[in-house]
């Protein structure tokens, strides 16, 4: 159970809300747990001055749902923006300027045979997003509140400009354990709790099968250590630790 309650947590967007000299907040809603409860939040530290939007990009069906479901929940209005034309053309001119180069690249391959070589196709999905949020953000005069958990920065499991661009992260210093209590506190529906999280970078992509070990793992090895989990875990998480370090910090600037 987190110790943190969620009367803390909205009393902290409020005051963040209030620094910025903003009126609201906006919530991109993936359909998942994290972005339902920092929805669930910002009605508390806001209530009347929050907008969730819907941004499905060629997205299961179901995670549109459930962001609609956790929206209604929290009785917050939502605006729906379909970000599949805008990806489709955007793609293209990218892939036929990238393919003038006089430089050899690498053919696209499926995620699920080379997840790597599709990052740049993955990662505009969430840029994309990002700067939709932030066109509703600007012309409300609200924060854009990010939905990133502490177990995902610390391996920098998001997209650098993408779900990492925002104003504030409510739920940054919280494990994916403390999340779910959360979640139930705020009375987050079932179904959204269950599902199995998911970026929702491609259809059937799940975090855990990307990241290449559980969030249970993740999370004993960030409280007890690398010796709580198996030494090539360990490995793997401390990898992408270091890989991510850029994520966590401003651009580098010489001396």
């Excluded at 110790?3 to 910025?20: K, N, P, T």
């Excluded at 479901?69 to 793609?91: C, K």
């Excluded at 998911?198 to 559980?214: I, R």
């Excluded at 198996?230 to 630790?241: C, K, P, S, T």
């Amino acid at each position: 159970m987190t110790l943190v309650s969620a009367d803390a947590l909205a009393q902290w967007m409020r005051d963040r809300v209030a620094a910025a000299g903003v009126r609201g907040i906006v919530v991109g809603l993936s359909g998942g747990i994290d972005s339902a409860v920092v929805l669930g939040l910002a009605a508390r530290a806001v209530p009347g001055h929050v907008v969730g939007v819907l941004m499905p990009c060629h997205s299961d069906p179901r995670d549109e749902a459930d962001g609609r479901a956790a929206a209604e929940h929290f009785r917050i209005p939502t605006i729906r923006v379909d970000l599949g034309p805008t990806y489709d053309a955007l793609r293209e001119d990218l892939d036929a300027a990238v393919a003038g180069l006089p430089s050899e690249r690498p053919a696209p391959a499926a995620p699920d045979v080379d997840p790597k070589a599709a990052l740049p196709l993955a990662n505009l999905k969430p840029r994309l997003r990002m700067t939709s949020l932030y066109f509703v953000a600007n012309s409300l005069n609200y924060l854009v509140a990010g939905t990133g958990n502490r177990s995902e920065i610390a391996i920098g499991y998001y997209t650098k400009y993408g779900d990492g661009g925002v104003d504030i992260l409510p739920i940054g210093r919280l494990l994916k354990s403390e999340v779910r209590a959360l979640a139930r506190e705020l009375g987050v529906p079932a179904p959204i709790i269950d599902k199995a999280p998911s970026a929702g970078l491609w259809l059937g992509q799940t975090d855990e099968s990307e990241m290449g070990f559980t969030y249970a793992e993740l999370e004993r090895y960030l409280t007890s250590g690398p010796t709580a989990v198996a030494a090539e875990v360990a490995v793997r998480i401390e990898r992408l630790a270091r890989s991510s370090d850029h994520k966590r910090a401003l651009p580098p600037m010489p001396e």
